[in-house]
Nanobody, 125 residues
């Protein structure tokens, strides 16, 4: 059974940085697309970033382009989200997601089969 465990969340000031990590265990990692999503209070879960199996392709939500960077280390079975120039509107629970099959990333939550428990990111103004 695949398990995803996020870490690295916390409180940051506007303009600051945080780095989220997602450790993958229990199944294939290096051949599958991965993604990050987030959910703010009272809002639906939304796409943040995605990466394909080889790191050759990434995609970002418009709201985070130029500020966030997704990356992965297949040897460590870990995907990262580097978040810079944080804004109060980035406050949300951030979720890591993995595809069971498919080596491409995806912006659609429905194309992911496994989800982490989430990590809280709070950005103060």
């Amino acid at each position: 059974q695949v398990q995803l465990v996020e870490s690295g969340g916390g409180v940051a000031q506007a303009g600051g940085s945080l780095r989220l990590s997602c450790a993958h265990s229990g199944g294939a990692f290096s051949t599958n697309g991965m993604g990050w999503f987030r959910q703010a209070p009272g809002k639906e879960r939304e796409f943040v970033a995605t990466i394909n199996w080889s790191s050759s392709n990434t995609d970002y939500a418009e709201s985070v382009k130029g500020r966030f960077t997704i990356s992965r280390d297949n040897a460590k079975k870990t995907v990262y989200l580097q978040m810079n120039s944080l804004k109060p509107e980035d406050t949300a629970v951030y979720y890591c997601a993995a595809r069971r099959t498919g080596n491409r990333g995806s912006v659609y939550a429905g194309e992911y089969d496994y989800w982490g428990q989430g990590t809280q990111v709070t950005v103060s103004s």
